[in-house]
């Protein structure tokens, strides 16, 4: 399973489980971008979704994030458990506005990250919050 694989894995994940809850999301198509998939609500108004994936528990690359975030814009965290080869598991997902992203990242000499640690101690209120990007 290749790098690009997981992330195409998680932003369909993240699609499918927005469409099975009545949203109108559309993915966006190409390699290096800040917005995968848009939600078009039915007062007009739009959400924006980057989509960060990993296959093992580790943590989320965030070296393109804005850490002061914007409105209407968020991030879903996806991670596959160490089990992505399984299609009967279920990937775990936070979804957190880009607005509290910055509490969780982490900077070090070489790369950005969104810390697990840090999103699983301090993040569970966003632990499958879809009713975020659906309500």
Request: with cysteine; hydrophobic share 40%; net charge positive.
């Amino acid at each position: 399973m290749t790098k690009y694989n997981t992330n195409l894995a998680s932003e369909f994940f993240v699609l499918s489980m927005l469409h099975r809850l009545g949203a109108s999301a559309s993915l966006t198509l190409g390699n290096k971008k800040a917005v995968d998939i848009f939600i078009f609500k039915n007062d007009g108004r739009s959400l924006t979704i980057d989509v960060k994936g990993v296959a093992k528990k580790y943590d989320w690359p965030a070296d393109n994030i804005n850490i002061h975030g914007k409105n209407d814009h968020f991030l879903v965290l996806v991670c596959f458990e160490n089990k992505i080869a399984d299609p009967l598991q279920v990937p775990a997902a936070w979804i957190i506005p880009s607005k509290a992203i910055g509490r969780f990242i982490r900077k070090y000499k070489t790369r950005t990250v969104i810390s697990r640690a840090e999103v699983n101690k301090k993040g569970r209120e966003y632990k499958d919050a879809w009713e975020l990007l659906t309500a």
